[in-house]
């Protein structure tokens, strides 16, 4: 039931959070998402975290405040980066997790659904950037966080 009421809190965070941006040269990126992520991924596990994922992806898009991309990027980024921060026990994995996740793997399978979307071809590369771009951005975010709460004794992980 704990988990539950964590992810929930951090749905409606990411919810909330999701008209924030940060300017990083010409783009502007969302990063919150990869930073509830990362902390979810450490906090609650799998399950949860990829559940929360996909829950505010949904409210999100009925919202109008984000795209059907959202879905796949997210997802597999809160799943690897829970995986990783299993195998490894280290905050530095989930982060890497989320990067690698969101940042590679679910921009490539996010492209068949863009290009679906515009009706038109779009870069690969494109895609990749820009989910890289604020993935790492947020993955660092919820690593400080998780350092902070670490080193202060709050940290709670995850039950094996």
């Not at 399978?109 to 790492?136: C, D, E, N, R, W």
Request: proline share 4%.
């Amino acid at each position: 039931m704990k988990k539950l009421i964590i992810a929930s809190i951090c749905v409606a965070l990411g919810v909330a959070l999701s008209t924030t941006s940060i300017p990083i040269g010409p783009a502007r990126i969302f990063p919150f998402q990869h930073m509830i992520n990362v902390i979810l991924a450490v906090i609650v596990g799998a399950r949860f975290s990829v559940g929360a994922a996909f829950s505010t992806s949904c409210l999100r898009n009925i919202l109008a405040l984000g795209s059907p991309l959202a879905f796949p990027g997210s997802m597999i980024g809160a799943w690897l980066s829970a995986y990783l921060y299993k195998r490894y026990h280290t905050i530095w994995a989930a982060a890497v997790g989320e990067i690698i996740g969101t940042g590679l793997i679910g921009a490539i399978v996010s492209y068949p659904i863009a290009h679906f979307l515009l009706g038109k071809p779009l870069a690969l590369l494109t895609l990749i950037t820009s989910f890289s771009m604020s993935s790492i951005v947020g993955a660092c975010i919820g690593f400080i966080v998780l350092q902070i709460l670490s080193r202060r004794h709050l940290l709670h992980k995850e039950e094996q």
